[in-house]
T-cell receptor, first 111, second 114 residues
Framework: QKEVEQNSGPLSVPEGAIASLNCTYS??????FFWYRQYSGKSPELIMF????GDKEDGRFTAQLNKASQYVSLLIRDSQPSDSATYLC???????????FGKGNQVVVIP | EPEVTQTPSHQVTQMGQEVILRCVPI?????FYWYRQILGQKVEFLVS????????KSEIFDDQFSVERPDGSNFTLKIRSTKLEDSAMYFC????????????FGPGTRLTVT
């Protein structure tokens, strides 16, 4: 069973701080890695994707991938109240194109 | 900016009835997908579609489900005989290519089976 795990509970961060989210995956054949943001009652919105080991930065977001340790993380710098949402980690595997999602991590940015 | 659209936004149906959920993927995309999310649970893959045929389906996508691309723009999900447990948000997504490319989601259809 290919699992994507996001185990930490709701994360509360003060406005302007860094929010750090982690995701682990079970299958070493994982190919592509995505972070989606989902506001309550809305659809997933793609915010970052990463395919290679290392860091990828896009504005206030940084994705970090470590394939040897099978984890991918997301950093949100200068957190804003509008960043309050659930962040979903998703993975695709070699040979297929389905996204396997984690259950998500809720982030609450406190003004 | 191009986006995936879905209709209706909310569908209420009685158990045993057939429903068709509609999606218009982003116009130059080649892969289309359906996912569902039961309230409070993970987003789950149902099916992917490429070149007018199913390329992959999950164990959830049984004989009561079917997909179709009836014309050059629409992509539909049909549920033949709805069950109470089919109540969920159904999301359509599209991507320009296969697994190396990001998938963009539509706003979803909330299906309520009574």
């Amino acid at each position: 069973q290919k699992e994507v795990e996001q185990n930490s509970g709701p994360l509360s961060v003060p406005e302007g701080a860094i929010a750090s989210l982690n995701c682990t995956y079970s299958d070493r054949g994982s190919q592509s890695f995505f972070w989606y943001r989902q506001y309550s009652g809305k659809s997933p919105e793609l915010i970052m994707f990463i395919y290679s080991n290392g860091d990828k930065e896009d504005g206030r977001f940084t994705a970090q991938l470590n394939k040897a340790s099978q984890y991918v993380s997301l950093l949100i710098r200068d957190s804003q109240p509008s960043d309050s949402a659930t962040y979903l980690c998703a993975v695709t595997y070699y040979g297929n194109n389905r996204l396997a999602f984690g259950k998500g991590n809720q982030v609450v940015v406190i003004p | 900016e191009p986006e995936v659209t879905q209709t209706p936004s909310h569908q209420v149906t009685q158990m045993g009835q057939e429903v068709i959920l509609r999606c218009v993927p982003i116009s130059n995309h080649l892969y289309f997908y359906w996912y569902r999310q039961i309230l409070g649970q993970k987003v789950e893959f149902l099916v992917s579609f490429y070149n007018n045929e199913i390329s992959e389906k999950s164990e959830i996508f049984d004989d009561q489900f079917s997909v179709e691309r009836p014309d050059g723009s629409n992509f539909t999900l049909k549920i033949r005989s709805t069950k109470l447990e089919d109540s969920a948000m159904y999301f359509c997504a599209s991507s320009p290519s296969g697994s190396s490319y990001e998938q963009y989601f539509g706003p979803g259809t909330r299906l309520t089976v009574t």
